[in-house]
């Protein structure tokens, strides 16, 4: 039984060096119009047409840019296809254009609407970063961070670089987004989904932005406008088009708000080079930016030509027929298959002794050489002695009812030994008629020396622009159940069909002619197995052809053959459809358990997949056909590696040079720079075993030290530190190591600290302040200057200067006078003696109720002692009894109000007044308090969305209006003597 090795290798990635994190939200946009998100947002890019970004490059991913969207959803025709490439780094990226920029002073955000297929494991690498650099570069750029929202949908996600000023990110012009960054463990291998869109900060331009292209039927020209303002109005503007050098006129010019469009009086064809000027006139968007005028500007032609086989030399061809002047031909086998050049057989020709031998290709129909002017002939000439002297082809183009119309291109023939496509375009000649049938192909012509006699030659196909036969009543397709018969040829009229075994209607068939204008009749079997007859007649109506397919039942399939075996995703190579057991081998400390995927040949196969609970363990795999009696069982056995010891690397990079003296028997080392960098070092390694764990701590500034941390398997760990040093300079060194005050050494003093705060008496004058005595460098050849404050409050500073004349640091002594509190908290609240239970400094309002008719006590203590209390005491029970409290500053206030009932009294009323009173908001800062009926008076309680109460007053007008600071929804509460109304209001 063979035994199968599977190896996973682990990857170790790079860090990117100063990223700056930051939170970034995100919105799903699920089932939603594109077009309608991020309004303040300008489109930078859509895939499929032109857009006001480029895209500058993708690495280390798939893209298909031109996929057809599939999502209703997302309302935009083409979108981008993505799969993920096995690499530490995955990046798409985009620039605008030169000579344009961001407007950053207006907006910082970008978006992009992405949509993430589920992966096959859960532990695949979720992140997702937008860069944003300048011409592409890494050594400078902000970074945003990210995670994939959800699988399966389309969410639109948000990047926004609102922590840098504008001015930080002037000059930032590309966009890269990374899928899965840093996938050191190949987590994300694999990883598909689709991109729909690029949003961000409009473009800043000082003039009209345009992409200009020749609409693929060649009859205009589109100038799309890619600024983010809309045309608003034009004044005669005056193109001139050219077309092969050739002034062409432009018949009509459509202006919209994104798009220029110019009608054209001559076709465009495929190969004409279109140059276009704008040359007078004026076009202007909305923000007043011009179209600049500009000469002679290449186009992007994007018109095609059609072409199609015309003859296939060695197949037995109806239309056209082939003729032969001093030629012989004969048809073989192909001996040389190409991709170009499939065929089984091919033509031999062997030409004779004569000036001009040719094949003449008779068409039976008549070609257009107006606007599709490209043929093309697959030759393979040997190599042999008898070579004619001018080794060449000739196509060449007639018309029969005009034999003195017709036109020759001549191609000489350089290669021998292989299939070579020689292409003949005529798009250069003005071809005066419309009616061409015939085509002649001449051999080393004019062979003046017969050198080129019995010279062998093998044709395969010719193919050219699209052939009218009237008399063509061939297919040039059947299909059924709308799929086409495999291998089908036209030539050939008889096909046999097997249905599957389970299918029970009779099956769909339809064919297609070569001629559109050809008649079809399809004559269906009334039974299984049966014969369906295909009659098709031609354009002349009379030529007839009759194809027949006879249909019968398959029997069930007993295959139970694996095409291709997927491990985690990935092809395993070493799968055989004879061996049947396998050991899978992954690194010590795996856990995730393998996932298997298979591919069977027979459609209608089904299997099953027993895993195990855990690592290491049997992978069990069963095929069942159709046949159920029929099966195949695989096992894959999973074990682990024993752990690695292994610490050692390959190599070490400093900023992508290698590290001089490197050894693996070195764990530190010095790197010597001749000045100060700003810039950091930046370490990288190769590891020897890659399961190795690695961890390296960059240096932040020079001098410095990174710090290599190596972990193997078997949590063997070396750590390597590269120390950065500057070769000797003027000292930096800006630092006091100790000072005195008044001769006594200052004990809180330290070199780093550079704030120090003192609180001094009133009474304290300047001059009386502690003299500076003694002051102790750090580095000898730095200066220093005092400067004594002669103000209290103010600050005495001492200024050091480095030897280098550049560093300076500025210590200083910030001399202040005592502070009042701003306390008016509360420790207690006391009624009648008993502590209020309830009683909490954030709540500012109590109700409680007592026994009696006597109105109870109320006693407070404060935090602060200095603080004063005035206690307003309520007159009657269902009246607020109002404790305030002003801090020792005299400006800090804060009020308690308690509302206390007896329980020999009625119930206050919560809402018996509620229609009688009216408040509302005026102005955002006003509260009006309307009383609509009896004028009485009240008591006014205003509460912030906090609880903290924030006005309070007794009132006994109709109308009030009360000034109120807090903003947002506020709590009012109005007290009559037995009842209270609640209301809120927002201010």
Same mark, same amino acid.
């Given at each position: 039984?063979?035994?199968?090795?599977?190896?996973?290798?682990?990857?170790?990635?790079?860090?990117?060096?100063?990223?700056?994190?930051?939170?970034?939200?995100?919105?799903?946009?699920?089932?939603?119009?594109?077009?309608?998100?991020?309004?303040?947002?300008?489109?930078?890019?859509?895939?499929?047409?032109?857009?006001?970004?480029?895209?500058?490059?993708?690495?280390?991913?798939?893209? &298909?840019?031109?996929?057809?969207?599939?999502?209703?959803?997302?309302?935009?025709?083409?979108?981008?296809?993505?799969?993920?490439?096995?690499?530490?780094?995955?990046?798409?990226?985009?620039?605008?254009?030169?000579?344009?920029?961001?407007?950053?002073?207006?907006?910082?955000?970008?978006?992009?609407?992405?949509?993430?297929?589920?992966?096959?494991?859960?532990?695949?690498?979720?992140?997702?970063?937008?860069?944003?650099?300048?011409?592409?570069?890494?050594?400078?750029?902000?970074?945003?961070?990210?995670?994939?929202?959800?699988?399966?949908?389309?969410?639109?996600?948000?990047?926004?670089?609102?922590?840098?000023?504008?001015?930080?990110?002037?000059?930032?012009?590309?966009?890269?987004?990374?899928?899965?960054?840093?996938?050191?463990?190949?987590?994300?291998?694999?990883?598909?989904?689709?991109?729909?869109?690029?949003?961000?900060?409009?473009?800043?331009?000082?003039?009209?932005?345009?992409?200009?292209?020749?609409?693929?039927?060649?009859?205009?020209?589109?100038?799309?406008?890619?600024?983010?303002?809309?045309?608003?109005?034009?004044?005669?503007?005056?193109?001139?088009?050219?077309?092969?050098?050739?002034?062409?006129?432009?018949?009509?010019?459509?202006?919209?708000?994104?798009?220029?469009?110019?009608?054209?009086?001559?076709?465009?064809?495929?190969?004409?080079?279109?140059?276009?000027?704008?040359?007078?006139?004026?076009?202007?968007?909305?923000?007043?930016?011009?179209?600049?005028?500009?000469?002679?500007?290449?186009?992007?032609?994007?018109?095609?030509?059609?072409?199609?086989?015309?003859?296939?030399?060695?197949?037995?061809?109806?239309?056209?027929?082939?003729?032969?002047?001093?030629?012989?031909?004969?048809?073989?086998?192909?001996?040389?298959?190409?991709?170009?050049?499939?065929?089984?057989?091919?033509?031999?020709?062997?030409?004779?002794?004569?000036?001009?031998?040719?094949?003449?290709?008779?068409?039976?129909?008549?070609?257009?050489?107006?606007? &599709?002017?490209?043929?093309?002939?697959?030759?393979?000439?040997?190599?042999?002695?008898?070579?004619?002297?001018?080794?060449?082809?000739?196509?060449?183009?007639?018309?029969?009812?005009?034999?003195?119309?017709?036109?020759?291109?001549?191609?000489?023939?350089?290669?021998?030994?292989?299939?070579?496509?020689?292409?003949?375009?005529?798009?250069?000649?003005?071809?005066?008629?419309?009616?061409?049938?015939?085509?002649?192909?001449?051999?080393?012509?004019?062979?003046?020396?017969?050198?080129?006699?019995?010279?062998?030659?093998?044709?395969?196909?010719?193919?050219?622009?699209?052939?009218?036969?009237?008399?063509?009543?061939?297919?040039?397709?059947?299909?059924?159940?709308?799929?086409?018969?495999?291998?089908?040829?036209?030539?050939?009229?008889?096909?046999?069909?097997?249905?599957?075994?389970?299918?029970?209607?009779?099956?769909?068939?339809?064919?297609?002619?070569?001629?559109?204008?050809?008649?079809?009749?399809?004559?269906?079997?009334?039974?299984?197995?049966?014969?369906?007859?295909?009659?098709?007649?031609?354009?002349?109506?009379?030529?007839?052809?009759?194809?027949?397919?006879?249909?019968?039942?398959?029997?069930?399939?007993?295959?139970?053959?694996?095409?291709?075996?997927?491990?985690?995703?990935?092809?395993?190579?070493?799968?055989?459809?004879?061996?049947?057991?396998?050991?899978?081998?992954?690194?010590?400390?795996?856990?995730?358990?393998?996932?298997?995927?298979?591919?069977?040949?027979?459609?209608?196969?089904?299997?099953?997949?027993?895993?195990?609970?855990?690592?290491?363990?049997?992978?069990?795999?069963?095929?069942?056909?159709?046949?159920?009696?029929?099966?195949?069982?695989?096992?894959?056995?999973?074990?682990?590696?024993?752990?690695?010891?292994?610490?050692?690397?390959?190599?070490?990079?400093?900023?992508?040079?290698?590290?001089?003296?490197?050894?693996?028997?070195?764990?530190?080392?010095?790197?010597?720079?001749?000045?100060?960098?700003?810039?950091?070092?930046?370490?990288?390694?190769?590891?020897?075993?890659?399961?190795?764990?690695?961890?390296?701590?960059?240096?932040?500034?020079?001098?410095?030290?990174?710090?290599?941390?190596?972990?193997?398997?078997?949590?063997?760990?070396?750590?390597?530190?590269?120390?950065?040093?500057?070769?000797?300079?003027?000292?930096?060194?800006?630092?006091?190591?100790?000072?005195?005050?008044?001769?006594?050494?200052?004990?809180?003093?330290?070199?780093?600290?550079?704030?120090?705060?003192?609180?001094?008496?009133?009474?304290?004058?300047?001059?009386?302040?502690?003299?500076?005595?003694?002051?102790?460098?750090?580095?000898?050849?730095?200066?220093?200057?005092?400067?004594?404050?002669?103000?209290?409050?103010?600050?005495?500073?001492?200024?050091?200067?480095?030897?280098?004349?550049?560093?300076?640091?500025?210590?200083?002594?910030?001399?202040?006078?005592?502070?009042?509190?701003?306390?008016?908290?509360?420790?207690?609240?006391?009624?009648?003696?008993?502590?209020?239970?309830?009683?909490?400094?954030?709540?500012?309002?109590?109700?409680?109720?007592?026994?009696?008719?006597?109105?109870?006590?109320?006693?407070?203590?404060?935090?602060?002692?200095?603080?004063?209390?005035?206690?307003?005491?309520?007159?009657?029970?269902?009246?607020?009894?109002?404790?305030?409290?002003?801090?020792?500053?005299?400006?800090?206030?804060?009020?308690?109000?308690?509302?206390?009932?007896?329980?020999?009294?009625?119930?206050?009323?919560?809402?018996?007044?509620?229609?009688?009173?009216?408040?509302?908001?005026?102005? &955002?800062?006003?509260?009006?308090?309307?009383?609509?009926?009896?004028?009485?008076?009240?008591?006014?309680?205003?509460?912030?969305?906090?609880?903290?109460?924030?006005?309070?007053?007794?009132?006994?007008?109709?109308?009030?209006?009360?000034?109120?600071?807090?903003?947002?929804?506020?709590?009012?509460?109005?007290?009559?003597?037995?009842?209270?109304?609640?209301?809120?209001?927002?201010?």
């Amino acid at each position: 039984m063979k035994q199968i090795r599977l190896t996973i290798l682990l990857y170790v990635a790079l860090l990117l060096s100063h990223c700056v994190s930051a939170q970034v939200k995100n919105t799903s946009i699920t089932e939603v119009d594109l077009s309608n998100t991020s309004s303040a947002l300008t489109t930078l890019f859509n895939f499929g047409v032109p857009s006001i970004s480029s895209l500058s490059t993708f690495t280390s991913v798939e893209l &298909d840019q031109n996929f057809s969207n599939p999502f209703e959803e997302i309302e935009v025709e083409t979108i981008a296809k993505f799969q993920r490439n096995e690499s530490v780094w995955s990046e798409i990226r985009w620039v605008i254009p030169e000579g344009t920029a961001f407007d950053f002073l207006t907006e910082k955000s970008f978006s992009i609407a992405l949509y993430f297929d589920q992966p096959s494991t859960d532990n695949v690498n979720k992140n997702i970063w937008l860069i944003l650099r300048k011409d592409g570069t890494t050594t400078d750029q902000k970074v945003m961070r990210t995670e994939i929202i959800a699988f399966d949908q389309w969410d639109e996600y948000s990047f926004d670089f609102s922590n840098f000023t504008a001015e930080e990110l002037e000059g930032f012009n590309t966009v890269s987004l990374f899928i899965a960054p840093q996938d050191t463990e190949g987590l994300s291998t694999g990883l598909s989904g689709y991109i729909a869109e690029l949003k961000g900060p409009r473009i800043l331009s000082d003039f009209i932005m345009t992409s200009n292209v020749v609409v693929e039927d060649g009859k205009s020209i589109v100038l799309n406008v890619l600024s983010a303002d809309p045309i608003s109005s034009s004044d005669d503007p005056q193109f001139e088009l050219k077309i092969n050098d050739e002034i062409v006129n432009v018949t009509s010019i459509g202006i919209q708000e994104q798009s220029i469009q110019l009608h054209l009086e001559k076709e465009v064809i495929y190969n004409d080079k279109v140059e276009l000027s704008y040359k007078g006139g004026n076009i202007t968007d909305s923000e007043g930016k011009v179209l600049t005028y500009f000469e002679n500007q290449l186009l992007i032609n994007t018109v095609r030509y059609q072409i199609e086989e015309i003859y296939s030399f060695g197949a037995e061809n109806n239309f056209p027929t082939l003729s032969n002047f001093k030629l012989q031909t004969n048809i073989v086998d192909n001996f040389s298959f190409t991709e170009d050049v499939p065929q089984q057989r091919i033509t031999e020709i062997v030409k004779e002794e004569d000036l001009h031998s040719y094949l003449q290709v008779d068409l039976n129909g008549v070609i257009s050489m107006q606007k &599709d002017k490209v043929f093309r002939c697959y030759i393979y000439q040997p190599s042999q002695d008898n070579i004619p002297t001018n080794n060449n082809i000739k196509l060449r183009v007639l018309d029969t009812e005009d034999p003195s119309d017709f036109y020759t291109i001549t191609k000489n023939i350089t290669v021998q030994d292989q299939w070579v496509a020689y292409e003949f375009d005529f798009s250069q000649i003005n071809f005066q008629g419309d009616s061409y049938n015939l085509l002649r192909i001449y051999l080393g012509s004019p062979d003046t020396d017969f050198a080129g006699t019995s010279c062998v030659y093998y044709f395969s196909t010719l193919e050219g622009p699209p052939v009218k036969y009237i008399n063509d009543a061939t297919l040039s397709a059947i299909t059924i159940d709308g799929q086409p018969i495999e291998n089908f040829d036209s030539s050939l009229f008889e096909y046999d069909f097997e249905i599957p075994y389970a299918q029970e209607e009779f099956p769909l068939i339809e064919a297609t002619p070569n001629n559109a204008n050809a008649t079809v009749e399809v004559v269906s079997a009334e039974e299984i197995p049966g014969t369906v007859s295909i009659q098709v007649t031609a354009e002349d109506g009379t030529t007839t052809l009759t194809y027949q397919v006879n249909i019968t039942r398959a029997l069930p399939s007993q295959n139970t053959n694996v095409t291709s075996l997927y491990i985690d995703g990935n092809v395993y190579t070493a799968f055989d459809q004879a061996t049947e057991s396998y050991t899978l081998e992954y690194p010590f400390g795996t856990t995730s358990i393998p996932v298997l995927d298979l591919n069977l040949e027979s459609a209608v196969a089904t299997y099953s997949i027993i895993y195990p609970e855990s690592l290491p363990g049997t992978i069990e795999v069963e095929v069942t056909a159709q046949d159920p009696l029929i099966k195949k069982k695989y096992t894959f056995e999973v074990i682990l590696l024993s752990p690695s010891d292994n610490v050692n690397l390959s190599s070490i990079f400093i900023d992508g040079k290698a590290l001089e003296g490197f050894s693996n028997e070195e764990n530190n080392y010095n790197v010597a720079f001749d000045l100060p960098n700003t810039t950091a070092p930046y370490i990288t390694l190769v590891l020897e075993d890659e399961t190795t764990h690695v961890q390296i701590q960059q240096a932040w500034e020079i001098p410095g030290a990174g710090v290599i941390e190596l972990t193997a398997q078997d949590g063997t760990r070396r750590e390597i530190t590269i120390l950065f040093i500057v070769n000797e300079l003027p000292s930096s060194d800006a630092f006091i190591t100790s000072l005195y005050h008044d001769g006594s050494p200052m004990e809180e003093f330290n070199s780093t600290v550079l704030d120090y705060y003192f609180t001094v008496a009133e009474e304290m004058r300047p001059e009386n302040l502690p003299d500076i005595t003694e002051i102790v460098k750090s580095h000898s050849a730095s200066t220093f200057t005092v400067t004594k404050t002669n103000f209290i409050p103010g600050t005495t500073k001492i200024e050091v200067v480095a030897e280098d004349g550049i560093t300076m640091n500025t210590y200083q002594f910030h001399y202040r006078l005592p502070v009042l509190s701003s306390n008016t908290l509360l420790k207690e609240i006391r009624v009648d003696g008993q502590l209020l239970s309830d009683f909490s400094n954030e709540i500012n309002h109590y109700s409680l109720t007592v026994e009696g008719s006597t109105m109870p006590e109320i006693t407070v203590v404060t935090e602060d002692e200095n603080a004063k209390v005035n206690i307003i005491k309520a007159t009657a029970f269902g009246q607020l009894t109002l404790i305030n409290v002003m801090a020792e500053d005299g400006v800090t206030k804060n009020v308690f109000a308690l509302l206390i009932n007896s329980t020999a009294d009625p119930v206050l009323s919560l809402d018996s007044l509620d229609d009688a009173i009216k408040v509302y908001a005026e102005n &955002d800062h006003n509260l009006i308090i309307e009383q609509r009926s009896v004028q009485r008076k009240y008591q006014l309680l205003v509460y912030d969305c906090n609880g903290k109460i924030v006005y309070h007053g007794e009132h006994h007008q109709p109308k009030n209006k009360i000034p109120i600071k807090a903003k947002g929804l506020i709590i009012i509460q109005v007290v009559f003597e037995r009842n209270r109304v609640v209301k809120k209001v927002w201010l």
